[in-house]
Nanobody, 120 residues
């Protein structure tokens, strides 16, 4: 089994920045990729960003493109989400996930989530 643990959430003012981290357990960790998702109050979970583990190609939701940056440290088995120019609508619980295949259905392992709150 793979255990994912997120950290770095908190309360920030609009326009501020946060960096989320997600560390994976296990002797070896080599998924197809990692992703970040979020779920705001009363909303469904939505895709935020993804990165391929080997090669590092990235993909972003339109709502965060140009503001958020996903990155990874393969040696540390950690994925990051740098969030700049935060907006109140970014308020949500942020989850990291690992996928074993290139499809959305490939996301099989999920973290517990970390709260991000952006005030006006």
């Amino acid at each position: 089994q793979v255990q994912l643990v997120e950290s770095g959430g908190g309360l920030v003012q609009a326009g501020g920045s946060l960096r989320l981290s997600c560390e994976a357990s296990g002797r070896t960790f080599s998924p197809y990729g990692m992703g970040w998702f979020r779920q705001g109050p009363g909303k469904e979970r939505e895709f935020v960003a993804a990165i391929r583990w080997s090669g590092g190609s990235t993909d972003y939701a339109d709502s965060v493109k140009g503001r958020f940056t996903i990155s990874r440290d393969n040696a540390k088995k950690t994925v990051y989400l740098q969030m700049n120019s935060l907006k109140p609508e970014d308020t949500a619980v942020y989850y990291c996930a690992a996928r074993l295949t290139a499809t959305m259905a490939g996301y099989r392992y999920w973290g517990q989530g970390t709260q991000v709150t952006v005030s006006s």
